[in-house]
Nanobody, 115 residues
Framework: QVQLVESGGGLVQPGGSLRLSCSVS????????VDWYRQAPGKQREMVAL???????DYADFVKGRFTISGDIAKNTVDLQMNSLKAEDTAVYLC?????????WGQGTQVTVSS
């Protein structure tokens, strides 16, 4: 069973940066596609970034050029570097894996962008 634990959220001013980390366990890390989602109050959950076992990456249009997803096989972690943060990036950020048609989610980490 895949287990996901996020860390690194917090309060940051507009224009600032944060780095989120997702620790992955319970499966062969190098075989997993891992993505980051976010959910703001009153809004639907939306995909932010995805990294595949091939190391190819996808980003939602609203974060392209600002966020970078990366994987560390030695640490079994997937990080999300977030730069040039905006107030509208405020949300709970969740790590996600779909394995054998089953969704696994972390507990989420809160990111608040405010002056």
């Amino acid at each position: 069973q895949v287990q996901l634990v996020e860390s690194g959220g917090g309060l940051v001013q507009p224009g600032g940066s944060l780095r989120l980390s997702c620790s992955v366990s319970g499966y062969i890390f190098s075989l997993l596609a891992v993505d980051w989602y976010r959910q703001a109050p009153g809004k639907q959950r939306e995909m932010v970034a995805l990294i595949r076992p091939s190391d190819s990456r996808d980003y939602a249009d609203f974060v392209k050029g600002r966020f970078t997803i990366s994987g560390d096989i030695a640490k079994n972690t997937v990080d999300l570097q977030m730069n040039s943060l905006k107030a509208e990036d405020t949300a709970v950020y969740l790590c996600h894996v779909n394995l054998r048609a089953r969704d696994y989610w972390g507990q989420g980490t809160q990111v608040t962008v405010s002056s």
